[in-house]
C-alpha cells in the first residue's frame, strides 16, 4: 500500500514540522512495515512546462516508433523528438525544457538525433519520479495551459510511504485507515472522508435493479446507474495524480474514479457498460462448467465455489476479483452502472487462489472492508463520474443485509492485568474511541466494534489496540528466571551427537521448507494407499505450488540437491533432520475459550485434532563420496554406504535394530535394507529406484536414508553402560556354513548371537560365496566369531561347544549346512 503523505494531510492534521522519517517511526511502532521512504521527483530541477501538442510526423525509416513533434510551450514552439506513441496532437503533456534536470541526474539539452534538433523533452510518469510507469507519455487535462510551471502539477518533494499492511488489518488498506491511525497516535484532528455529502440529483429514469443469491457470502449489494455519460473524457489531474503516487496507472475516467475511490476509502468498485447487462445484477455462486473471460483476456474455467456478479443471462466478473471482459467500460459508453459490494473475505481469498491471480480488490476484500462503505463510496463515485463526466443520475438499488454492529464486554482492570503496567480507565476510552469504538460503562465496559475494524472480536483484540496506541515500549521488560544446570534434554543431546557424527562423516546439514505438493508424492512413485500421501492442507499456503505440509524428508533433500547440481556441486552427502505430518482419524472440533487456562482434557482433545508429527533425519548420496585423483579413480557412494550410516546412527545411539531385505517406494526394489525393531518399522536406506532418480532429477545411482527418530529417541537408554575390559584371553573361531540365497544375513546373525550364548564376544561376516562349488540356490557366508569368559580361560571344548551351539540355531531355523 503506497500512502502519498499530502493524501494523508487531506484528513490527519499532522503537524507541518513533523519529518517524513518520524512519520515513518510512527507507523513502524503502529505496527506497520514501512518497506520504503519516496519522496516525488527528488532531484528534479530547471525549467518545467505545460506543451500542447501541435504537429506529430512519424519517422518510419528507423526499426522502432520515432516521432518529431512540434510541441506550443507557451510563446514558442519547440520542436521535440520522441518516442512514445500514445499520445496525439491536441494533447497537453509535461516538457523538460533545454536545462532541466530530470531524476537521476538526467540533464536536458539541445541535441540532434534522428536527423532533427530536439529542443526539451516530453516526460513520462517515470522521468518525472511520480512512479514506476515508463510505458508512455503523460497526458494531463486540458485546463492546463501551454507554457504554465508544470512544478506544481508535480508537486516535488511529496513523500509516499509504501507500507506492507498485515492480513487482518483490511482498514489500513486505504489512505482513510492510515490518516485515522496517525491522527489516534498523535492525538490530532481525523476527519473521516467517507462522511462527506456526496450530492447526488434526483434520479431520473430506471436504475438496474440487484439481487443477491448467495446470502452467506455478500450481504450488502448497491448499485447506482448513470446515463449520458462521456467515458472517453480524462479524469481530473488531481485524482490522476494521487492514484499514480499510490502506485497505480491512470486507463479510464470510470477506472480512474473507482480506483481513487478505493485507494481514499478502502472500498473497492466496479463500473459495468449497462448496455452490456441483460435484466438485473444477480449475486450468485458459478454453475457447473460455466466459463467466463476476465480483463486480462484469459478465459477462466469456474469453479462453483466462485461468487460472481451476473446478468439474468451470464456472468459478468468474479466478485471481489476481477471483471469481465464482455461487460467492460470502454470510451464509447454512455450508461454506467457502479457496483459496491460487502462480500465474504473467506470465499474472495478462496476465488483468488484458485485462479492464482490477486488484484487490489481481492487483496483489500479477502482482508475484510467496512460493510457501511459501499452506500458511501458508490455515491461519491456517482457524484464524480456525474461531474467530470456528465449525464444524468437514474437512480439507485440498495440490498443491506448487513449484521449489527458487534459489541464486547472487558473489565476495566483486564488491561493493566495482561499489560504489566498502570492503565487509567480515560486512557482506554480514550484509546478505543480514538479507533472508532463507542464505550459505555465503567468497572465492566461495553465497547461497540466499528464497522470497519472486523479483526476485533474478543477482549484480549482491544486489549491489542491499547497496547498498540499507547506504545510497546511501555510493556515492562522481565527476564525469566532459568532454572540452575538445566541444560539440554535427553532428546536435544541425542540429536546433537547425531549432528555431530554425520558432519563428521563429511554430511552437510540442509534445512528446508516443510512444505509439498502432489507431484512430489508422484516423483517418489508413492500410491494412494501409503501414509506418507496422507498430508494435512494448509489453509493459507505459501503457494498454491506447495499446498500441504510434507509426509517425507527426501523431496526436500532433492530439491537441495538439485540446486547444488546446476551450480555444479554433483559429489554430495546432504542431511536434514525435522518434522514430517500425517492425518490420523478424524476428531470432533474443540472449543476453548481465552477467559481461562485449558484444562488437561481439552488440551488432549485439542492435541487429538492435530496431524500426527514424528521427528525424522533424511541423508541423500549422490556422485562420488571420494573424488577422482592422481593417485586413485573416484569412488562413488552406493547403497551399502546409506545402509551403514543407518546402523552406524542406531549404534550411537545404543539402540539394537534388525535389518531386512523389504522393497518400499522410493527405493530400489533389490538394494534397499528396512531397518525394524521389535517388529516396528523405523526407516529406510538403500539405492533410490531409477523411475524416482529420473523423476527427481538427480544422478543416477543417488542413495537416500530416512528414520524415525522419534521412535529410536524413546528407545535410547538415558545412561549407557560401557563394556568392561576383559584380562582373560579371546578365542577365536571360524564358521562356514550354507544357507538358502533368500535368507537374510541379519536373521542369520540374530540367529547365530542367540545361539552361541554370553560366552560371544563378537562376530563379524568376512566372506560370502555363491558359484559352482555350491547348490544353485545356496550360498556359502563365513563368520569370524570371538569368545571370552570374564572370570577364566576358556578350554577348547567349551570354545568348540559354544560354536556348535551356534551352528545348530542356524541349522533349526533356517536348515543350514556346515561347509
Not at 10 to 30: C, G, M, V, W, Y
Not at 216 to 244: M, S, Y
Not at 280 to 305: F, G, M
Not at 405 to 433: A, W, Y
Request: glycine share 8%; aromatic share 6%.
Amino acid at each position: 500500500m503506497k500512502a502519498p503523505l499530502s493524501w494523508i494531510k487531506e484528513f490527519a492534521e499532522l503537524d507541518n514540522n513533523l519529518s517524513p522519517e518520524q512519520i515513518s517511526q510512527r507507523l513502524i511502532q503502529l505496527g506497520f512495515e514501512v518497506e520504503d521512504t519516496h519522496v516525488v521527483g527528488a532531484g528534479l530541477e530547471g525549467p518545467l512546462v505545460v506543451g500542447k501538442v501541435l504537429e506529430i510526423t512519424e519517422l518510419t525509416e528507423f526499426k522502432k516508433p520515432i516521432r518529431f513533434c512540434k510541441v506550443d510551450i507557451g510563446g514558442s514552439i519547440n520542436g521535440i523528438v520522441c518516442g512514445a506513441t500514445n499520445f496525439q496532437i491536441g494533447n497537453h503533456v509535461i516538457v523538460a525544457l533545454p536545462g532541466a534536470v530530470l531524476p537521476g541526474d538526467f540533464k536536458i539539452s539541445v541535441r540532434e538525433t534522428y536527423g532533427y534538433e530536439s529542443n526539451g523533452m516530453i516526460c513520462s510518469t517515470k522521468e518525472l519520479g511520480l512512479g514506476e510507469d515508463q510505458s508512455g507519455i503523460l497526458v494531463i487535462d486540458e485546463t492546463f495551459q501551454p507554457g504554465m510551471d508544470a512544478f506544481p502539477l508535480v508537486n516535488a518533494g511529496d513523500v509516499v510511504f509504501d507500507l506492507s499492511v498485515l492480513p487482518d488489518r483490511g482498514y489500513a488498506m486505504s489512505i482513510r485507515g492510515i490518516a485515522r491511525e496517525l491522527a489516534s497516535s498523535y492525538g490530532v484532528k481525523f476527519v473521516d472522508p467517507a462522511t462527506r455529502d456526496f450530492n447526488l440529483p434526483n434520479s431520473k429514469g430506471e436504475p438496474c435493479q440487484g439481487e443477491i443469491v448467495a446470502p452467506e457470502a455478500c450481504d450488502v449489494l448497491v448499485l447506482r446507474t448513470l446515463e449520458g455519460v462521456d467515458a472517453a473524457k480524462i479524469a481530473p489531474w488531481e485524482i490522476r495524480r494521487k492514484i499514480i503516487l499510490a502506485g497505480m496507472r491512470s486507463i479510464s475516467l470510470a477506472v480512474d474514479i473507482t480506483n481513487y475511490i478505493m485507494l481514499e476509502l478502502g472500498q473497492p468498485l466496479h463500473a459495468f457498460d449497462r448496455a452490456k447487462i441483460s435484466g438485473k445484477i444477480i449475486v450468485r455462486t458459478a454453475l457447473p462448467a460455466e466459463n467466463l473471460t476476465t480483463l486480462d483476456h484469459v478465459q477462466r474455467k469456474l469453479k462453483t465455489s466462485d461468487l460472481l456478479i451476473c446478468d439474468e443471462e451470464k456472468a459478468l466478473s468474479i466478485a471481489g476479483v476481477m471483471g469481465g471482459l464482455d461487460s467492460e467500460v470502454s470510451f464509447a459508453t454512455s450508461q454506467l452502472v457502479i457496483e459496491a459490494a460487502h462480500f465474504n473475505p473467506s470465499i474472495i481469498a478462496g476465488s483468488s487462489r484458485s485462479h492464482v491471480f490477486s488484484s487490489e480488490a481481492s487483496r483489500r476484500f479477502e482482508r475484510g472492508v467496512d460493510n457501511k462503505l459501499p452506500v458511501a463510496a458508490s455515491k461519491y463515485a456517482a457524484s464524480l463520474l456525474l461531474k467530470h463526466g456528465g449525464g444524468t443520475y437514474a437512480g439507485e438499488a440498495i440490498l443491506d443485509n448487513s449484521p449489527k454492529p458487534h459489541r464486547i464486554l472487558m473489565d476495566v482492570n483486564m488491561p493493566s492485568t495482561i499489560l504489566g503496567f498502570e492503565i487509567t480507565p480515560k486512557q482506554i476510552q480514550d484509546c478505543l474511541t480514538s479507533i472508532g469504538a463507542t464505550v459505555k460503562g465503567t468497572k465492566v465496559l461495553e465497547v461497540e466494534v466499528p464497522s470497519w475494524r472486523s479483526d476485533l472480536t474478543a477482549e484480549h483484540d482491544l486489549i491489542e489496540e491499547i497496547v498498540r496506541i499507547l506504545g510497546y515500549q511501555n510493556i515492562p521488560s522481565t527476564l525469566p528466571i532459568t532454572p540452575p544446570a538445566r541444560g539440554l534434554t535427553h532428546h536435544q543431546q541425542l540429536k546433537r551427537s547425531i549432528d555431530r557424527f554425520l558432519a563428521a562423516r563429511g554430511l552437510v546439514e540442509v534445512l528446508n521448507y516443510p512444505f509439498a505438493s502432489h507431484s512430489d508424492l508422484e516423483d517418489l512413485l508413492l500410491d494412494s494407499n501409503d501414509d506418507r500421501t496422507r498430508l494435512p492442507r494448509l489453509a493459507n499456503p505459501i503457494s498454491e505450488e506447495v499446498p500441504f505440509l510434507r509426509g517425507t524428508l527426501l523431496t526436500g533433500l532433492a530439491g537441495a540437491a538439485r540446486r547444488n547440481i546446476s551450480r555444479g556441486s554433483e559429489d554430495l552427502a546432504l542431511f536434514e533432520t525435522g518434522l514430517i505430518y500425517m492425518l490420523g482419524k478424524e476428531s470432533p472440533t474443540v472449543h476453548v475459550g481465552t477467559d481461562r487456562k485449558p484444562s488437561p482434557s481439552e488440551i488432549d482433545s485439542l492435541e487429538q485434532l492435530l496431524p500426527a508429527q514424528p521427528q525424522k533425519i533424511g541423508i541423500l548420496l549422490t556422485g562420488n563420496r571420494q573424488p577422482a585423483s592422481w593417485w586413485s579413480k573416484p569412488i562413488a557412494w552406493d547403497y551399502l554406504d546409506a545402509i551403514n550410516i543407518g546402523k552406524e546412527i542406531c549404534d550411537l545411539l545404543h539402540v539394537s535394530t534388525q535389518i531386512s531385505s523389504q522393497a518400499h517406494n522410493p527405493w530400489h526394489p533389490g538394494r534397499v535394507a528396512q531397518f525394524f525393531l521389535n517388529g516396528v518399522v523405523i526407516g529406510h536406506a538403500g539405492e533410490l529406484h531409477p523411475r524416482a532418480i529420473d523423476n527427481l532429477g538427480l544422478p543416477k545411482r543417488s542413495c537416500a536414508l530416512e528414520l524415525d527418530l522419534t521412535l529410536l529417541f524413546s528407545l535410547a537408554p538415558e545412561v549407557t553402560h560401557g563394556n568392561p575390559i576383559l584380562s582373560m584371553p579371546v578365542a577365536k573361531e571360524d564358521l562356514a556354513i550354507a544357507v538358502d540365497i533368500s535368507v537374510p544375513t541379519s536373521q542369520i546373525m540374530r540367529a547365530l548371537k542367540e545361539g552361541a550364548g554370553p560366552l560371544l564376544e563378537s562376530i563379524a561376516l568376512f566372506d560370502i560365496y555363491v558359484g559352482d562349488q555350491i547348490s544353485t540356490g545356496k550360498r556359502s557366508l563365513a563368520f569370524a566369531m570371538k569368545f571370552r569368559a570374564a572370570d577364566r580361560t576358556l578350554t577348547a571344548d567349551e570354545t568348540a561347544q559354544a560354536k556348535m551351539n551356534a551352528f545348530k540355531a542356524v541349522e533349526s531355523e533356517f536348515g543350514a549346512t556346515l561347509r
